[in-house]
């Protein structure tokens, strides 16, 4: 694997020249912060050699260097899930990649379901802490550029951009929630019992994405920051039967606050 991964970097980087230090992960529904940038180029992972590609609607599967802001960022529109029938290596492959490129920072996103109480579909929530119950992306062989073996997993989202983006929702006027994220495998979305297990082991939010590719950009010494927008609650009596197309128009609705968020915050990342 190691040698795949260094086999794509060495495509990426003479493609994508100069690869940003800063990557994003969008997530379902949250493509639109692609129009925002200028000077793109991009790369369809179809032409990535070693790449997954990406089956599932809402995600489109492409490589995009370029200005969000002020700052160039790297950006993968479209991620790998496993429920997609890929396995844990391959769902994690471009984070892999991405340190072999020079990333530092990886700003993850995703869509979920709400089960704390208080919240709102269209809330936007801070992700401070995961429970993970997919099959761990690090099992399996282990090599020493990947970084620790047993990684300590005592904050594995970067807690001064988390404070940094605190700050700048409330500069913004965007009011953001702080929480933990169940990542689950799916694909079937939670049963109403499903649901009230999650809240009680601790879950505010559940999606089936995030972790994986969190789990291996910690191991590997990049600094994580996850947000989740909230799609669907999993609340009692709030429950609604949900499609995915419900999950996409409710992500997309807040793409512009998202995209502001996002954008001064890469601005004042170290
Ligand atoms: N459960 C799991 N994944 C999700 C949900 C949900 O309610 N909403 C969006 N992704």
């Known amino acids: 694997m190691l040698e795949a991964i260094k086999e794509t970097a060495a495509f990426i980087s003479r493609k994508l020249d100069p690869v940003p230090s800063t990557a994003i ?5 949250l493509g639109g912060i692609v129009d925002e940038m200028t000077e793109k180029q991009t790369l369809d992972y179809h032409d990535i050699p ?7 609607e809402g995600h489109k599967g492409m490589l995009i260097t ?3 802001g002020k700052r160039e960022v790297l950006v993968m529109q479209g991620r790998f899930h496993y429920y997609e029938g890929y396995t844990m290596q391959e769902v994690t492959f471009p984070v892999r990649v991405m340190k072999f ?12 379901g709400g089960m704390n109480p208080e919240f709102r579909v269209g809330d936007i929530m801070i992700i401070n802490d995961h429970i993970n119950t997919m099959p761990n992306p690090l099992i399996g062989v282990h090599h020493p550029e990947f970084g620790a073996r047993f990684p300590d997993m005592s904050q594995p989202y970067n807690r001064k951009i988390i404070d940094l983006a605190r700050t700048i929702a409330r500069e913004l006027n965007i009011p953001v929630r702080e929480g933990c994220y169940v990542g689950v495998t799916g ?4 049963t109403p019992k499903e649901y009230e297990y999650m809240r009680i082991i601790g879950g505010d939010a559940v999606g089936m994405s995030t972790v994986p590719e969190s789990i291996v950009a910690h191991q590997m010494g990049i600094d994580v920051f996850a947000l989740s927008v909230i799609t669907d609650l999993g609340v009692p009596g709030k429950i609604l039967p949900l499609t995915h197309q419900d999950v996409i128009d409710a992500a997309g609705r807040v793409t512009p606050q998202l995209t502001r968020l996002i954008v001064k915050l890469i601005e004042r990342l170290n």
């Open 25 to 29: 992960i969008l997530g379902t529904g």
């Open 187 to 190: 694909p079937t979305l939670e």
């Open 66 to 68: 370029g200005k969000l």
């Open 101 to 112: 490129l020079g990333v530092k920072q990886l700003i993850v996103s995703n869509a979920a």
């Open 50 to 56: 070693n790449f997954p590609v990406s089956t599932v």
